[in-house]
């Protein structure tokens, strides 16, 4: 399989994404090209241990490196400021300085707090990504966003900080849970609804998982296409990179509201997608249809499209704390049919005509 290279053009912030099969050798080829200094740290998580951590290590020590190992335990409990602490320690122990090397090697949660560890530690240490999940690897591994959460909400601690480089191996989806496996086709299913309706069209054909995962890679690298030309526009999320964010407002208020363990970020941006669409039809800013569209492709990859019953006070306090906020107003991300989405003035008052 031949690799995919896409370069990020944020001047003295570029990087490239290396897209290809197997990739963790080249991984260790471009560490030994690219550091003189002889520290690592690697952050990852407990599955991911059990799993590839020693292939990663094992191509990095061949070539002379020191290597630490961070495990965190899996999922959004993670990411908060007190694994932060611990990381900060490991860090520390290990005495890793500033001309050294972070590796965040995990998923979404793995990637956000390891950059952000990245960021801060010693004022900010050289990072790479190699992301494991599909999300990951379309989506929040690319642009730099990194944070941790604080117990009022998603986010709301971070900072933009882009890596030296992303490495995706689209083979590593292969040992993941079904459930994760379609928990990151809804951030491929949003690039779709929002730039490139191809992308929904690729997952309409194919008839079972095994099928999508021999085709990942061209999906992948058209998410990570469309990402890269929005980032390189909008590189602090002012503007065009908002569009990112479809589905994610209910999106963020279903997982807070649920405390982050009856749905995964996916299968809330999920339900948050198909809800705004539902309605931005009613209101006749989106085409006919599109929230049929978006429907079917969830239903065949098992995601949930419907709202869960909720309390409507406590579930919109979140949205003040949204970063789409500003003053009366929020962005909202609305399309106008599939593959054209649009950024939404909405004052707050006029919010629950939309989600």
């Known amino acids: 399989m031949n690799m995919n290279v896409l370069e990020i053009d944020l001047k003295e912030n570029s990087y490239k994404i290396c897209i290809e099969r197997n990739i963790l050798s080249r991984i260790a080829e471009y560490l030994d090209e690219n550091y003189s200094s002889k520290k690592i740290a690697i952050i990852t998580d407990d599955n991911l241990a059990?799993?590839?951590?020693?292939?990663?290590?094992?191509?990095?020590?061949?070539?002379?490196?020191?290597?630490?190992?961070?495990?965190?335990?899996?999922?959004?409990?993670?990411?908060?400021?007190?694994?932060?602490?611990?990381v900060y320690n490991e860090l520390s122990q290990f005495r890793l300085g500033r001309e050294d090397l972070i590796i965040t090697f995990g998923g979404g949660v793995v990637g956000d707090l390891g950059g952000f560890a990245a960021s801060t530690y010693l004022r900010g240490v050289s990072y790479i990504q190699v992301p494991t999940s599909l999300l990951a690897q379309v989506d929040s591994s690319i642009g730099g966003k990194v944070a941790v959460d604080l117990p009022w909400g998603k986010n709301l601690v971070g900072s933009f900080y882009q890596p030296k480089a992303v490495f995706i191996d689209p083979e590593l989806l292969k040992t993941l849970d079904k459930k994760f496996l379609h928990?990151?086709?809804?951030?491929?299913?949003?690039?779709?609804?929002?730039?490139?309706?191809?992308?929904?069209?690729?997952?309409?054909?194919?008839?079972?998982?095994?099928?999508?995962?021999?085709?990942?890679?061209?999906?992948?690298?058209?998410?990570?296409?469309i990402k890269k030309s929005v980032v390189e526009q909008d590189e602090k999320d002012?503007?065009?990179?908002?569009?990112?964010?479809?589905?994610?407002?209910?999106?963020?208020?279903?997982?807070?509201?649920?405390?982050?363990?009856?749905?995964?970020h996916g299968e809330a941006v999920a339900i948050g997608m198909a809800e705004i669409?539902?309605?931005?039809?009613?209101?006749?800013?989106?085409?006919?249809?599109?929230?049929?569209?978006?429907?079917?492709?969830?239903?065949?990859?098992?995601?949930?499209?419907?709202?869960?019953?909720?309390?409507?006070?406590?579930?919109?306090?979140?949205i003040f704390l949204d970063k789409k906020s500003s003053g009366e107003?929020?962005?909202?991300?609305?399309?106008k049919r599939i593959g054209e989405g649009v950024i939404r003035k909405v004052r707050f008052n006029e919010l629950e005509d939309y989600i």
């Open 277 to 318: 669409t539902r309605k931005s039809e009613k209101l006749d800013i989106t085409e006919k249809g599109a929230s049929k569209c978006i429907e079917e492709v969830l239903k065949k990859y098992e995601l949930p499209y419907k709202v869960p019953a909720m309390d409507k006070e406590k579930a919109f306090s979140t």
């Open 329 to 335: 107003n929020i962005n909202l991300i609305l399309l």
């Open 238 to 264: 002012f503007g065009e990179r908002m569009l990112l964010n479809f589905g994610h407002t209910l999106g963020h208020v279903i997982e807070k509201y649920f405390n982050y363990k009856k749905y995964t």
């Open 183 to 225: 928990d990151g086709l809804a951030e491929v299913i949003k690039y779709g609804c929002i730039r490139d309706r191809s992308i929904i069209d690729q997952l309409m054909n194919y008839t079972k998982d095994e099928e999508l995962l021999d085709n990942i890679d061209s999906l992948i690298f058209k998410c990570c296409s």
């Open 50 to 86: 059990k799993l590839h951590l020693e292939n990663l290590k094992r191509v990095i020590e061949e070539k002379g490196f020191n290597t630490k190992i961070i495990s965190l335990k899996p999922g959004e409990e993670s990411k908060s400021i007190d694994t932060l602490k611990e």
